[in-house]
């Protein structure tokens, strides 16, 4: 082989070299994973007799038998319910906040810009397990400084962790932790707008509520769609709020979510066949949902694209 081909050969061959590592590590801790609970919830553990001795249970194949069980486990359909009214509060509240503060920043009269945004994101840093503790200490009568001047004050102290105030309280947290983020993809997004955009309205006439409501949201549309789209996935998957908060109410029980149901099965019961079925379920469900409203999003741009 000449020097030449061998050169050639090289550059070809440069790519696939820098990609090596990243495939190796996506093959190693996430592809193989996945496979693996797949693999497991094809599967169960066929105990006989007592269940003692050597080959007294033994690995079977189960085929689709875990996945109709999960699917008709009143727990799991229940936690999926209170997942979707978990959500229901979420993700329009942390999305409206995010476009509001967003474009509060975006304008000229802003003062203390740059601290503001710190302000915001800040709360997002914050690990969630940390954010869970801190607000349900602030939820507890006993210690909780907002009961306390209510107490003082002579006003009703709601008890935010038992009934149907525990859906807001969970949300607080979400939104508390959750808003700083999409408010920097959004107000990013509103930064690469060109001024001349703004600059024309303004000699036609608009007000700054008209230039925010014809040109601004529009113009961040996918930005929206983004965050809408993070958020769906992100309480699909909500597990360490209400986990958090369990030991400081009898209202949280350890099947209130999905994932917390699948936590249950694999490390409560010992039954990782059950549990892998119904992460398997959840994560198809968190596909479907996720990008069907991406395919959703990108027809209505075509639409008004064609417009």
Do not use: C
Request: net charge positive; no cysteine; charged share 15%.
């Amino acid at each position: 082989m000449t020097t030449a081909r061998r050169k050639t050969y090289g550059v070809k061959g440069a790519p696939y070299a820098f990609l090596l590592p990243a495939t190796i590590l996506f093959a190693l801790f996430f592809a193989l994973p996945i496979g693996y609970a797949l693999w497991l919830s094809l599967h169960k553990v066929q105990v006989k007799g007592l269940g003692l001795g050597s080959g007294a249970r033994k690995e079977v194949w189960a085929g689709l038998e875990n996945y109709k069980d999960a699917l008709s486990d009143s727990e799991l359909l229940s936690g999926a319910v209170r997942v979707v009214g978990y959500g229901a509060i979420v993700i329009p509240v942390m999305l409206g906040l995010a476009l509001l503060f967003a474009l509060m920043l975006d304008t000229d009269k802003v003062r203390l810009a740059p601290f503001t945004r710190l302000a915001i994101f800040l709360p997002y840093a914050i690990p969630g397990v940390v954010a869970a503790l801190l607000w349900g200490f602030l939820y507890l009568p006993d210690v909780s400084p907002f009961y306390f001047v209510l107490d003082k004050l002579g006003m009703p102290q709601p008890n935010l962790l038992d009934g149907g105030p525990l859906y807001l309280a969970l949300s607080n947290i979400a939104v508390w932790g959750g808003t700083g983020f999409n408010m920097i993809v959004i107000y990013t997004s509103l930064q690469a707008i060109p001024a001349e955009v703004y600059e024309a309205a303004k000699l036609d006439g608009a007000t700054p509520l008209q230039i925010a409501l014809k040109i601004k949201i529009p113009m961040v549309a996918p930005s929206l769609v983004l965050t809408f789209f993070f958020s769906i996935i992100a309480t699909l998957q909500v597990f360490s709020e209400p986990t958090t908060l369990k030991p400081l109410t009898n209202s949280v029980s350890t099947t209130w979510s999905p994932l917390m149901k699948v936590y249950q099965d694999a490390f409560g019961k010992g039954d990782i066949y059950s549990a892998a079925a119904e992460a398997a379920i959840i994560a198809v469900v968190t596909l479907v949902l996720s990008f069907g409203f991406l395919r959703a999003a990108n027809s209505r741009n075509k639409q008004e694209e064609a417009r």
